[in-house]
Protein backbone atom coordinates (compact mmCIF):
# COMPACT_ATOMS: atom_id res chain seq x y z
CA UNK A 1 0.00 0.00 0.00
CA UNK A 2 1.76 3.31 -1.14
CA UNK A 3 1.44 6.59 1.04
CA UNK A 4 -1.16 7.96 -0.97
CA UNK A 5 -3.74 5.08 -0.12
CA UNK A 6 -2.83 4.70 3.33
CA UNK A 7 -3.69 8.81 3.94
CA UNK A 8 -6.34 8.31 1.87
CA UNK A 9 -8.01 4.70 3.62
CA UNK A 10 -6.57 6.87 7.22
CA UNK A 11 -9.25 9.52 6.11
CA UNK A 12 -12.18 7.66 5.46
CA UNK A 13 -11.51 5.24 8.90
CA UNK A 14 -11.63 9.17 11.00
CA UNK A 15 -14.88 10.07 8.51
CA UNK A 16 -16.25 6.80 9.49
CA UNK A 17 -16.29 6.82 13.05
CA UNK A 18 -17.13 10.48 13.09
CA UNK A 19 -20.67 10.18 11.87
CA UNK A 20 -20.72 6.16 13.42
CA UNK A 21 -22.85 7.88 16.33
CA UNK A 22 -25.39 9.49 13.81
CA UNK A 23 -25.97 6.43 11.77
CA UNK A 24 -28.87 4.96 13.22
CA UNK A 25 -31.04 8.72 13.24
CA UNK A 26 -32.24 7.21 9.92
CA UNK A 27 -33.64 4.02 11.09
CA UNK A 28 -34.55 5.46 14.75
CA UNK A 29 -36.59 8.30 12.95
CA UNK A 30 -38.56 5.60 10.93
CA UNK A 31 -38.86 3.29 14.07
CA UNK A 32 -40.16 5.78 16.58
CA UNK A 33 -42.10 7.28 13.14
CA UNK A 34 -45.50 5.79 14.71
CA UNK A 35 -44.60 6.39 18.54
CA UNK A 36 -44.47 10.21 18.18
CA UNK A 37 -47.96 10.64 18.14
CA UNK A 38 -48.61 7.87 21.04
CA UNK A 39 -46.49 9.40 23.27
CA UNK A 40 -49.96 11.19 24.52
CA UNK A 41 -52.81 8.67 24.73
CA UNK A 42 -56.20 8.77 22.27
CA UNK A 43 -57.99 9.14 25.48
CA UNK A 44 -56.52 12.11 27.52
CA UNK A 45 -57.38 14.96 29.33
CA UNK A 46 -54.83 17.67 29.06
CA UNK A 47 -54.47 21.68 30.62
CA UNK A 48 -53.55 24.57 29.06
CA UNK A 49 -52.73 27.78 30.36
CA UNK A 50 -52.51 30.90 28.63
CA UNK A 51 -50.59 33.93 29.74
CA UNK A 52 -51.72 37.50 29.49
CA UNK A 53 -48.51 38.43 27.54
CA UNK A 54 -44.60 37.71 27.51
CA UNK A 55 -43.81 39.89 29.89
CA UNK A 56 -41.59 38.29 32.52
CA UNK A 57 -44.41 39.21 35.30
CA UNK A 58 -46.84 37.45 32.97
CA UNK A 59 -44.90 34.68 32.47
CA UNK A 60 -44.14 33.97 36.46
CA UNK A 61 -47.92 34.64 37.27
CA UNK A 62 -48.35 31.90 34.65
CA UNK A 63 -46.31 29.21 36.06
CA UNK A 64 -47.40 29.90 39.28
CA UNK A 65 -50.95 29.26 38.31
CA UNK A 66 -49.71 25.95 36.28
CA UNK A 67 -47.38 24.66 39.66
CA UNK A 68 -50.95 25.09 41.59
CA UNK A 69 -53.61 24.11 39.59
CA UNK A 70 -51.66 21.09 38.53
CA UNK A 71 -50.68 19.95 41.74
CA UNK A 72 -54.74 19.98 42.52
CA UNK A 73 -56.08 18.33 39.72
CA UNK A 74 -53.38 16.03 39.40
CA UNK A 75 -53.80 14.80 43.28
CA UNK A 76 -57.67 14.29 42.69
CA UNK A 77 -56.44 11.68 39.38
CA UNK A 78 -53.44 10.19 40.09
CA UNK A 79 -54.90 7.02 41.10
CA UNK A 80 -57.75 6.83 38.90
CA UNK A 81 -57.53 4.61 35.22
CA UNK A 82 -61.23 5.40 34.54
CA UNK A 83 -61.22 8.67 31.98
CA UNK A 84 -64.81 9.25 32.45
CA UNK A 85 -64.21 9.48 36.31
CA UNK A 86 -61.03 11.57 35.64
CA UNK A 87 -63.75 13.85 34.05
CA UNK A 88 -66.71 14.08 36.14
CA UNK A 89 -64.56 14.97 38.86
CA UNK A 90 -62.64 18.00 36.55
CA UNK A 91 -65.67 19.03 35.77
CA UNK A 92 -67.50 19.23 39.05
CA UNK A 93 -64.69 20.88 40.37
CA UNK A 94 -64.09 23.48 37.92
CA UNK A 95 -64.78 26.27 40.43
CA UNK A 96 -62.24 25.07 42.74
CA UNK A 97 -59.73 24.72 39.92
CA UNK A 98 -61.12 28.06 39.67
CA UNK A 99 -60.93 29.37 43.25
CA UNK A 100 -57.31 28.02 43.43
CA UNK A 101 -56.60 30.27 40.31
CA UNK A 102 -57.68 33.26 41.61
CA UNK A 103 -55.86 32.97 44.50
CA UNK A 104 -52.79 32.66 43.15
CA UNK A 105 -53.19 35.97 41.41
CA UNK A 106 -54.56 37.58 44.36
CA UNK A 107 -51.11 36.54 46.29
CA UNK A 108 -49.18 38.31 43.32
CA UNK A 109 -51.67 41.54 43.31
CA UNK A 110 -52.37 40.50 39.51
CA UNK A 111 -55.84 41.71 39.43
CA UNK A 112 -56.54 40.68 35.62
CA UNK A 113 -59.22 38.54 34.81
CA UNK A 114 -59.09 34.74 35.08
CA UNK A 115 -61.58 32.53 33.33
CA UNK A 116 -61.31 28.60 33.50
CA UNK A 117 -63.15 26.25 30.74
CA UNK A 118 -63.37 22.68 30.50
CA UNK A 119 -64.16 21.28 27.13
CA UNK A 120 -63.61 18.76 24.25
CA UNK A 121 -62.96 21.51 21.78
CA UNK A 122 -59.80 23.15 23.35
CA UNK A 123 -57.59 24.35 20.65
CA UNK A 124 -53.46 23.70 21.06
CA UNK A 125 -50.82 24.63 18.01
CA UNK A 126 -48.53 22.41 16.57
CA UNK A 127 -45.37 21.51 18.87
CA UNK A 128 -42.14 20.35 18.27
CA UNK A 129 -39.90 19.05 21.51
CA UNK A 130 -36.93 17.62 20.59
CA UNK A 131 -37.86 14.93 17.75
CA UNK A 132 -41.71 14.81 19.16
CA UNK A 133 -44.21 16.11 16.98
CA UNK A 134 -47.10 17.27 18.37
CA UNK A 135 -49.44 18.28 15.65
CA UNK A 136 -52.10 21.04 15.84
CA UNK A 137 -55.73 20.43 16.70
CA UNK A 138 -58.72 20.15 18.98
CA UNK A 139 -58.42 18.51 22.26
CA UNK A 140 -60.21 17.94 25.95
CA UNK A 141 -58.93 19.89 27.80
CA UNK A 142 -58.79 22.56 31.02
CA UNK A 143 -58.22 25.83 29.51
CA UNK A 144 -57.15 28.68 32.00
CA UNK A 145 -56.90 32.36 30.47
CA UNK A 146 -55.37 34.90 32.20
CA UNK A 147 -56.02 38.46 31.41
CA UNK A 148 -55.85 38.71 27.56
CA UNK A 149 -54.49 35.25 27.32
CA UNK A 150 -51.63 36.32 24.44
CA UNK A 151 -48.67 35.04 25.91
CA UNK A 152 -46.31 31.93 25.89
CA UNK A 153 -48.76 29.36 27.12
CA UNK A 154 -48.21 25.77 28.97
CA UNK A 155 -49.95 22.37 28.65
CA UNK A 156 -49.22 18.88 29.85
CA UNK A 157 -52.08 15.91 30.16
CA UNK A 158 -53.93 15.88 33.40
CA UNK A 159 -54.95 12.29 32.65
CA UNK A 160 -53.43 9.81 32.59
CA UNK A 161 -51.14 12.15 34.83
CA UNK A 162 -48.14 13.62 32.75
CA UNK A 163 -47.56 16.91 33.24
CA UNK A 164 -44.14 16.06 35.56
CA UNK A 165 -43.16 13.90 32.32
CA UNK A 166 -41.40 16.08 29.64
CA UNK A 167 -42.58 13.49 26.74
CA UNK A 168 -38.52 13.25 25.44
CA UNK A 169 -36.13 14.47 28.09
CA UNK A 170 -37.49 14.99 31.55
CA UNK A 171 -38.68 18.44 31.22
CA UNK A 172 -42.16 20.63 31.29
CA UNK A 173 -43.73 21.11 27.93
CA UNK A 174 -43.57 25.42 27.88
CA UNK A 175 -45.00 26.48 24.30
CA UNK A 176 -42.99 29.02 23.53
CA UNK A 177 -41.62 28.18 19.59
CA UNK A 178 -43.48 30.64 16.89
CA UNK A 179 -44.56 28.55 13.85
CA UNK A 180 -41.06 29.11 12.06
CA UNK A 181 -39.12 27.79 14.39
CA UNK A 182 -40.86 24.68 14.42
CA UNK A 183 -40.52 24.58 11.11
CA UNK A 184 -37.34 24.84 10.59
CA UNK A 185 -36.21 23.29 13.44
CA UNK A 186 -38.43 19.88 12.43
CA UNK A 187 -36.79 20.99 8.33
CA UNK A 188 -33.44 20.39 10.42
CA UNK A 189 -34.43 17.07 11.73
CA UNK A 190 -35.36 15.94 8.34
CA UNK A 191 -32.00 17.05 6.58
CA UNK A 192 -29.74 15.75 9.35
CA UNK A 193 -32.07 12.29 9.12
CA UNK A 194 -31.41 12.22 5.10
CA UNK A 195 -27.86 13.29 5.48
CA UNK A 196 -27.30 10.12 7.64
CA UNK A 197 -29.10 7.97 5.50
CA UNK A 198 -26.87 8.90 1.92
CA UNK A 199 -23.80 8.48 4.44
CA UNK A 200 -24.42 5.26 5.69
CA UNK A 201 -25.44 4.01 2.45
CA UNK A 202 -22.08 5.65 0.81
CA UNK A 203 -19.90 3.63 3.28
CA UNK A 204 -21.58 0.25 2.95
CA UNK A 205 -20.70 0.69 -1.05
CA UNK A 206 -17.37 1.90 -0.11
CA UNK A 207 -16.72 -1.38 2.22
CA UNK A 208 -18.28 -3.38 -0.26
CA UNK A 209 -20.93 -4.52 3.04
CA UNK A 210 -24.47 -5.72 2.38
Keep these: MNMKKLVFFIFIIIIFFS ?96 EVDYGENVTFPMKLYDTYLYPEGEYEAVLITIGDGQGANWWCVLFPPLCFLDFADGALVDDTDTDEDVTENRAAIEEEEEDSVEVKFFLFEWFGWT
Design 19 to 114: IVPNIGIGYQAEQNEEDIYEVIPDEAIRLRILAHSDDDKDQEVKRLVRDAVSDQISGWVEHMDDIDEARQVIQDRLPEITETAAKVLANVDDEKLL
